[in-house]
């Protein structure tokens, strides 16, 4: 149990245009998602947190405006980058969270590679 | 805001022996969750252990062990009998609010 999809796995997509990552949570039904952004050999960090139905909280320095998150339902959170650069090229993974759960599952990934 | 140190970048185990990966963070608060993750080379994140802070009992999953010292806040982690499918980043966490603050993780290499 506590599955997280994530998809596509590998997107490559030319500078200025948008490109949409799906999050779903495949076995539950996740309260609270969460979306990272890891850069090759470094840690995870948090751009933001959505739970569903509401508008999602974006940690300091992560730009609203250009990472769009969006939590339309109770197993499914869309990231979309919009008018992508190189430098946003990165692995995006997220995660999900039920209640009283205490832990995060995470997806698989995405890879993103702006040309 | 919290924080999560791992010292040590990189460590390395002869197979079958022991190793213990560095954690210390900084809180405030007084009931969290601290994990480990292991992220092997498919770059899917893998928990590994988890510790709730209320809890005085070290957690222990087979092979892999904590020692977490709440007043010194520190939390290692002990893999025992070491494999080879062991080699990967590990990385400390920490859970409060939901919110999980990662450290900048280990790279564990298996010497067979």
């Known amino acids: 149990g506590a599955v997280v999809s994530q998809h596509p796995s590998w997107v490559i997509c030319k500078s200025g245009t948008s490109v949409k990552i799906e999050c779903r949570s495949l076995d539950f039904q996740a309260t609270t998602m969460f979306w990272y952004r890891q850069f090759p050999k470094q840690s995870l960090m948090l751009m933001a947190t959505s739970n569903e139905g509401s508008k999602a909280t974006y940690e300091q320095g992560v730009e609203k405006d250009k990472f769009l998150i969006n939590h339309a339902s109770l197993t499914l959170s869309t990231l979309t980058v919009t008018s992508a650069h190189p430098e946003d090229s990165s692995f995006y993974i997220c995660?999900?969270?039920?209640?009283?759960?205490?832990?995060?599952?995470f997806g698989p990934g995405t890879r993103l590679t702006v040309t | 805001a919290q924080t999560v140190t791992q010292s040590q970048p990189e460590m390395s185990v002869q197979e079958a022996e022991t190793v213990t990966l560095s954690c210390t963070y900084d809180?405030?608060?007084?009931?969290?969750?601290l994990f480990w993750y292991k992220q092997p080379p498919s770059r899917q994140m893998i928990l590994v252990i988890r510790q709730e802070a209320y809890k005085q009992q070290n957690a222990t999953e087979n092979r892999f062990s904590v020692n977490f010292q709440k007043a010194a806040k520190s939390f290692s982690l002990k893999i025992s009998d070491s494999q080879l499918g062991d080699a990967a980043m590990y990385f400390c966490?920490?859970?409060?609010?939901?919110?999980?603050?990662f450290g900048t993780g280990t790279r564990l290499t298996i010497i067979p």
């Open positions: 966490a920490y859970g409060g609010n939901e919110k999980l603050t």
């Open positions: 809180t405030s608060e007084s009931d969290y969750y």
């Open positions: 995660s999900a969270s039920r209640q009283g759960a205490g832990e995060q599952y």
